[in-house]
């Protein structure tokens, strides 16, 4: 993109098209990670497609609202980000008790555990524990996935609505005809107990995922375990999904419930 692609696209945005970029400025700030705290300038352009131009003038808008702050080789979380996250984690975080039952059971099984809940079409990373092993699957607390694939996409839409299943199957790749594909992936994992995938989301990922409910039996989350397939095998997927379960009845257990817990 030169020059006059970057003037082209600033007419357009002071056109009335400021959504625009809203939208881009926070593909920028969805670039930093735990395992990329750093981004530089390049990397914005080559992952948002941006001119540098462009790219540049969003940067320094960010760094004037705080939301980023410059880094020797790049740019970083600002202050801005800091304040927000505080006043999400003073809102609701995962409880410890339930942390440490993730912790312990990601000792135990040697694999990646992801704590999972739905917001609108997708599904979102509230807690992991990563695997100890130098190849894992690794998802960022805040991540959101479509709930069109995945064990723990049919772990949660056990209890969704028509109207949900018909809106997800829309905006996935296989168009609304896949509503009954979901609808049966679900029943079929309420039936066994757990769910189980192998590269529906991430190519090579085998992942199990089991219902943490509400004290009424209303399915509120996904416990799940991942990891590459070649370490899931039969065997251990029916290991995974027992050890899974005796945790998600202890999390339900204690009472677990989040923000995003409603009614679809």
């Not at 920028?28 to 080559?46: K, N, Q």
């Not at 590269?199 to 004290?215: C, F, H, K, N, Q």
């Not at 009424?216 to 065997?235: C, D, H, M, N, W």
Request: glycine share 8%.
């Amino acid at each position: 993109m030169d020059d006059r692609d970057a003037q082209a696209e600033a007419g357009r945005e002071q056109q009335g098209t400021g959504v625009r970029s809203v939208r881009r400025a926070l593909d920028i700030l969805g670039l930093l990670s735990e395992d990329r705290p750093v981004i530089t300038l390049r990397e914005i352009t080559e992952a948002t497609g941006l001119a540098k131009t462009t790219a540049l003038r969003l940067v320094q808008t960010l760094e004037e609202s705080g939301l980023l702050w410059s880094h020797p080789v790049g740019y970083t979380a600002g202050p801005g980000l800091w304040r927000w996250a505080y006043l999400a984690r003073s809102q609701w975080e995962v409880p410890r008790e339930t942390r440490k039952v993730m912790r312990d059971l990601a000792d135990r099984l040697g694999e990646t555990v992801n704590l999972f809940v739905i917001r609108d079409l997708n599904r979102v990373c509230v807690a992991h524990e990563e695997s100890p092993h130098p190849l894992r699957h690794v998802v960022d607390v805040g991540d959101e996935q479509p709930l069109w694939a995945g064990a723990s996409s049919k772990v949660l839409l056990r209890d969704a609505s028509e109207t949900l299943l018909s809106r997800i199957a829309a905006a996935s790749p296989h168009g609304e005809a896949s509503a009954d594909r979901l609808r049966t992936g679900a029943q079929e994992a309420a039936h066994r107990g757990y769910a189980v995938s192998s590269s529906e989301w991430d190519e090579g990922l085998t992942a199990v995922a089991v219902p943490v409910t509400s004290r009424t039996g209303k399915v509120i989350a996904s416990l799940s375990v991942s990891g590459p397939s070649q370490r899931f095998p039969y065997e251990a997927v029916e290991r995974f999904a027992t050890d899974l379960t005796e945790a998600a009845t202890l999390i339900s257990a204690q009472g677990f419930s989040h923000p995003l817990n409603r009614s679809h």
